[in-house]
């Protein structure tokens, strides 16, 4: 999900990482915030300049990979980055660009994990996370009065995890929903990242968060989720809920 580039990045702390060496990476589109066990920002840069050519040099053979809304098959010179975007699309019923941030999070996070034991990799909202220790994610809701005030708990066991978030009321990327929040769990990124725009479409009240979860639980893979739509929440999976607060990091 991208936030709105007009809202302060504050969501940011919301992932407890005191411990850790934080570092932010920006290449056009791809908005890196980094949290490693030491600073790694040349390292992380030139992994994101490698995949970002690997999507661009696909996209400009296959246009279509860029604007399709329904899963697209993997072709044969599709380069990782692509086959995962790809793969999640269709398992989840969408086109590939919508598991971008999250394939992107996940595939420079498990680099980075050769240069540290600790990675947490946010792109606009996607996390890719691998931890040694116990970890509270805040959920971001935009303006829900719940925006900030629950979070994951993650279990140290539970990484290498994908946390990856869809809003229809927040930011620019493509949602057909109104939720303020749709946060997906699973062990692929970009299979979260596409799971929780393909839950997020489905909702538009309250009286949907029911339906979606369904959905979610059809999609395979998946280790739970979260739906907030103003005061409402529902759950699903394997999902500890927490109190957290920005800040908080």
């Not at 809202?7 to 056009?28: C, H, I, M, N, S």
């Not at 980055?81 to 941030?101: F, H, S, T």
């Not at 809003?167 to 929903?177: C, D, K, M, Q, W």
């Amino acid at each position: 999900m991208k936030k709105d580039e007009y809202q302060p990045r504050t969501y940011r702390q919301w992932v407890e990482g005191r411990d850790l060496v934080a570092f932010a990476v920006t290449v056009k589109e791809t908005d890196l915030y980094v949290q490693a066990g030491t600073d790694l920002r040349r390292k992380t840069r030139r992994i994101v300049l490698k995949y970002r050519r690997q999507l661009e040099s696909y996209i400009e053979r296959h246009p279509l990979f860029l604007t399709s809304l329904e899963p697209l098959p993997v072709t044969e010179d599709a380069p990782t980055i692509a086959r995962q975007m790809l793969a999640a699309g269709e398992q989840a019923g969408v086109g590939p660009m919508a598991a971008v941030a999250g394939a992107m999070a996940e595939c420079v996070g498990r680099e980075l994990l050769d240069f540290s034991p600790e990675v947490i990799v946010e792109n606009g909202g996607d996390i890719f996370l691998r931890t040694l220790k116990k970890r509270t994610v805040g959920i971001y809701a935009g303006d829900s009065p719940l925006s900030g005030k629950m979070g994951i708990v993650i279990d140290a066991a539970d990484t290498p995890l994908g946390i990856c978030t869809s809003s229809g009321t927040v930011g620019h990327s493509l949602s057909f929903g109104r939720a303020d929040a749709v946060v997906v769990l699973a062990g692929s990124a970009a299979l979260a990242d596409a799971a929780a725009t393909a839950i997020g479409n489905r909702v538009k009240r309250p009286g949907d968060i029911a339906a979606a979860i369904e959905l979610g639980r059809g999609i395979g893979g998946l280790k739970g989720l979260v739906i907030i739509i103003g005061n409402e929440v529902g759950a699903w999976g394997d999902v500890k809920l927490g109190e957290t607060s920005p800040g908080r990091a």
